[in-house]
């Protein structure tokens, strides 16, 4: 056994330490699967205190170490770069405290998404971010990737809800920045710590804004004939100055495979459909959904039905959240792309993203947050054929290559994780990334926290005895 | 205002500095031991004094709008732009940045991010944090960097917008900001009625639990009423509490609060709506830094806890006014006439024993020495000293006015 091992399962017990090459499987990648690597060992620390001695043990040896929630990340957030000890949070799901008085909750790393939501629901109080994943990840996830989701058009992605956290500095030092109350002098550091992707050290408790439930939803399905009428639709209600509480686009090929794994009743000769929300007080609901209706109608909508009961829209969000999973259907391997595109772009970016489609002789379907600019093109492919993997790859940066052009991002939010680390420097100039380096240091001198992540250059220095990145193909 | 050369806290006179390009701007920060920038100079007199010499850095010639492609509700603007004139420009398009500046006219962007003003809409609306989307800094080797982006959603690289809000210029000068912005509600209205003492944490509870969903729940005292010019106090305090969507849910919400407040046997309420809410907005804005206040003080409390910081509060000697925005917790606490350096110190103390933080805003410059402008040192200050070293290591943005090490 290792000395790491026994240092570990000394400290933490048997229970908790994971080591056998089976056991370590599932932890060799996340959502994203292109590239996979063995980490040496997984612990599941239950306290903050545990994963203080985790850190130390890993700086006393060497040894790089990696915050993982669900491991829903879809852009290699959890890939153990350079091997070394994977922290996971799954065992931290306390909820410690809710205050609706004060708007705010407690709760530990681990806490699924959903089931903070669910949780509050007696109470008529919940948590805005809701990225389709909510059923698994984990809101020390949500704050590491500062995830957004259908309603975070109108609610604020998570860096808008988070007061501030408890971390476990990369040294081993505990510090807590923010809290329920507001405005404290000095730096923003939650601000800045939220989105980090685990650079920063470990977030082991979050102090999370709450936000009241809506009296009211009025859900329409706006049904067009092309992708174009419907992108038009998106650009002409946010230029109208309609800020719906969500407004998500699917196209014909992702509709195909979500109507036969939930029957929600589609229409399957549609070119495209948009889910349109507004929510909030009852009063003024109707008129805004009118509007709403008018301009999607003035673009051609075929018909624009109402979810009239809340079941009819519990299934409708269910069909738009577990899109991915539908995908399965359609082929055997998929790969989810995330880009931003300024909104009044979409209609531009998405005739590019057809292009590129058949550039390639790819299939492509989109299910995305459109009223974001938010992209998320899905490339189906076999992973089998590798010759099918290096046209996705190429698709896939020719569509985040267009994103830059169009003034917009490559990620909205599944992070740049390992998976984008190429497109840093065409976004940013190496001025801008030495000042995020700089930050970096701040937090994490040595690079053992998460290393080669995020940065072109980022803990280039921790070299592991181990094989360090292949790929899975 | 005298361009040549400026006094921060009786320091100086610095030199001053207009750079009309960012490269000339990176020349002067290269070239500088220390540097002082300023905006609409509204707000200099918060903090220390400089601990050194150095020169002043003017920004207002900074101030164009680089992009505003309205469709997109997002604008990138030079961060020398007066906040007057850029909500000026964002209403030629029907929109706003839902931020409320005193002193508007002369406030510069820049210094408004750097001292992360609010005022009473963020209940309701929020504060610069959820508008700014992307930045730009001049660091300390005179650089223009830039962090975030300008679509509305973006989580590519660290978002270092965050860290220069409120930092107070100490980790870089601002030179560009791109910025969120919202449509202009279809209608506002407010809706004020007193109450005393005695009924003031009932009552705040009750509006809590609301139906109605303000975008200002906001608490002033007798004093800040008359000083704010709102209305004749009747009583000790008045609660502003107001809307602003569309007419429709507006027009509902007013009349749901009347009911509400009905039951509760509150009675005289006075209500405004559409133009005539403008002075009540612009009062209450300009009552977050009140003209004449010699001693300013904010606290921040929980929200549950405002009724009986703010009632403390008013039973100070000396007559403050004290304006809350109840639901974030946030409360100021203004003396017109300056109380002896014993008195304030005293009267710092007291209320930071009953706050969570609290923030000298204003006092004279003799007295800053004896206070601790900044309150007591968070328990994140030692991250926070290595975040500024690694920024700015030597030292050289706005040394010695912030928090101590910084
Ligand atoms: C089907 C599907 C749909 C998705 N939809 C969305 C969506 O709508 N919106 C969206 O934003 N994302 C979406 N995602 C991406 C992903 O779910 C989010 O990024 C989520 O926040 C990750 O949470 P997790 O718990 O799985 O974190 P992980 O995948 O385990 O980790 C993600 C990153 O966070 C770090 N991390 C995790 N926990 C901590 C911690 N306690 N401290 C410090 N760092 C930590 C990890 O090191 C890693 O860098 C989707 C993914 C899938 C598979």
Redesign the pocket.
Known sequence: MSVLLERLIATLGREAVLSSPAELLVYEC??YTIEKNRPDVVVFPTSTEQIVQIVRVCNELEVPF?????????????LPVGGGVV???AR?KKIRQVDTRNRYAIVE??V??LSLTNYLKPHGWHFA??????G???????????????H?LKYG??VNHVLGVE??LPDGRVVTTGGPIEDAPGYDLTGV?VG?????????K?WVRLTRNPEAYRTLLGVFETVDDATNTISDLIGAGIIPAALEMLDAPILSAIEAAFHFGFPLDAGAVLIMEVDGLAAGLDADAERIEKIARRNRAREVRRANTEAERALLWKSR?????AVGRLAPSYC?Q?GVVPRTKLPEMLRKIQYIGERYNLKICNVF?AGDGNI?PILLFDERDADQVQRVLKASHDILDECIRLGGSVT????I?VEKIDFMPKLFSPEDLAMMLRLRAAFNPYGRC?PR??LPTAGACIEQSKVGRRAAL | MDDASCQIDGIGPLPVIRPTSVVELGEQIRQAEAVFPLGGRTQLDLGYPPSRDGIALDLTRLDQIIDYPARDMTITVQAGIRLAQLQRVLAGEGQRLPLDVPRAEQATLGGVLATNTSGSRRYGAGTARDYVIGISTVNDEGQETKAGGRVVKN?AGYDLCKLHLGALGTLGVISQVTLKVRPIPEASAVLMFGCETAALPTLLEELHASQTRPICLDLLNAAAVRHAGLLQPKQAWLLVIGFEDSETAVHWQMQQLIRELTRLNVVGTEAAAGAATQPVWQSLTELTAPTGAGFSLQAGVLPSQVAEFAAFAAGLPGDPLIHAHAGNGLVRVHWLQTPDASTAVAHRETLAARAGHLTVLRCPSALKPLLPLWGTPRADAELMRQVKHALDPRGRFNPGRFLQGI
């Open positions: 996340d959502g990696l915050p993982r929630g669900a491991g829903t990340s879809l852009a290699g957030g959890v922290i996971s949070l931290m790393p681990g699924v998404n971010p809701d990225p389709s994943s909510q698994a990840c984990t809101i020390g996830g949500n704050v590491a990737t500062n995830s957004g989701g259908p975070t992605v998570t971390l476990v710590i980090s992707e685990g650079t920063f050290g470990i977030v082991s979050i959240k577990q899109a991915f999973g989810t995330d947050h998320h909205g939010e599944h992070g994780g998460s992540k995020m | 989580v």
